[in-house]
């Protein structure tokens, strides 16, 4: 399995090192025409309006939104998210483009500047299911966006109480979030829909692995369920029944 990072700037030697930590090949994407030897991408966190510039000039969009419809996986994190989603909101003058998939409204800087980047304790529930571990995730959030709005076939995997200013560099506790859920309004900071996956915050920039090794595991759900339906047409197609000799020469077996 070789899985594709997109190299045009921000945290990509970080997540191809986390691939190799769970013994996967990272290659990094520049081309569109590198897209076909992958069979799923991360899209990394950085600069968003920069990755979108440099995406433009190496013609990138539509082999990304490509790539996005063929059901193969796509993670984003940080920048990537704000790539996926569908609507952006906070965006500089003149806005930016967007690989678009993700049915969600996103707000590019929700979180407030550099200065006001914060690492903090995530409950993680489905992730801790599956893939171990304890309960929360440090989430390191990088002058990071905010998932406002979500549609109905979006999963929320995490979210976070808004921050006070108390809490702004800090990060509020698994305790607080407990304590406080059903008071605090809360911003979503992770989904999952169908093939995509999106963070708002940084999973390669900590030890742990979980959120790479989750995304591997889709990779290898979605392979499999395509090389399964693959294989059930073709045991189909084996049973179908000849055309009949008067039928036009282009559907006339040589």
């Keep these: 399995m070789a899985v594709g990072v997109l190299a045009l700037q921000g945290s990509f030697n970080e997540h191809i090192a986390a691939l190799r930590k769970l013994g996967v090949k990272g290659v990094e994407i520049r081309k569109p025409e590198q897209l076909q030897i992958v069979s799923a991408l991360i899209i990394p966190g950085g600069e968003s309006t920069t990755m979108a510039k440099l995406a433009e000039y190496h013609n ?28 952006a909101t906070g965006q500089k003058t003149g806005g930016q483009e967007l690989i678009g998939g993700l049915d969600c409204m996103v707000h590019r800087n929700f979180f407030g500047s550099q200065l006001q980047s914060f690492e903090a304790e995530l409950l993680i529930p489905k992730i801790a299911a599956e893939e171990g571990g304890p309960p929360s995730f ?46 605090e309004n809360k ?38 369920n395509a090389s399964s339906s693959s294989i059930s047409q073709s045991t189909e197609d084996l049973h179908l029944p000849k055309p009949p000799i008067f039928d036009l020469p282009i559907y006339q077996q040589q």
């Excluded at 990138?60 to 796509?74: I, M, N, S, Y």
């Excluded at 989430?139 to 702004?168: C, H, M, N, Q, Y």
């Design 187 to 224: 911003v979503i900071v992770a989904v999952k829909q169908g093939n995509l996956l999106a963070t708002a915050f940084h999973p390669e920039l900590t030890a742990d692995t979980r959120w790479h090794s989750y995304f591997l595991k889709m990779t290898s759900e979605i392979s499999n």
């Design 60 to 87: 990138l969009f539509p082999a990304l939104r490509e790539f996005v419809k063929t059901g193969k996986p796509v993670w984003g994190t940080c920048a990537g998210l704000i790539f996926l989603a569908n609507k």
């Design 138 to 183: 440090r989430g390191v959030f990088i002058r990071a966006p905010g998932i406002l709005e979500v549609g109905p076939e979006v999963e929320v995997l995490a979210d976070i109480p808004t921050l006070s200013e108390k809490d702004v560099h800090s990060g509020p506790s698994v305790e607080s979030q407990e304590e406080n859920a059903r008071s």
